[in-house]
């Protein structure tokens, strides 16, 4: 896992920040992104290995984000992307899903904690993960 870029994108300053500082401690290379456009820019000039994806965002909404990014000439069209956001509801905090073009995605609602970041980014890449700190607050 360690050394995997991940794009990050939320138009929450605060949220970026404790999430680039949690998993840079945690080994990934982050890049961060505070809307769409900016998202799918850096997601062309960076080619991250994974997009970690706000629903409600300034510009347009993480499904256009993500149905932009899916037709981009340039990016692979099957970056993993795990949505988090606080719009995204359920009795239990795993299994959650968005569906986008008729494709489902992973999602995880806000307030989250970092070890349940970390269980689902583990989901998505099979490496190991190592055992998160909680004591950062919780994104």
């Known amino acids: 896992m360690k050394g995997k870029k991940i794009l990050i994108v939320d138009d929450e300053p605060d949220v970026l920040n404790v999430l680039e500082k949690k998993l840079g401690i945690e080994g990934f290379e982050i890049i961060k992104a505070d809307c769409g456009q900016t998202a799918i820019e ?15 965002l300034p510009d347009f909404d993480g499904s256009e984000v993500v149905q932009r990014i899916r037709t981009h000439p340039f ?18 905090k795993e299994g959650l899903e968005v569906t986008v ?33 909680d004591d950062f607050p919780n994104v």
Do not use: W
């Open 101 to 133: 073009g008729g494709q489902t995605y992973p999602a995880l609602p806000k307030p989250v904690t970092i070890g349940e970041l970390l269980k689902s980014i583990k989901r998505l890449f099979p490496e190991d993960v190592s055992p998160a700190n």
């Open 42 to 56: 850096k997601a062309a000039q960076e080619h991250p290995d994974m997009i970690l994806l706000d629903i409600v």
């Open 75 to 92: 990016l692979d069209k099957n970056i993993p992307i795990l949505f988090l956001s606080g719009i995204v509801t359920g009795d239990t």
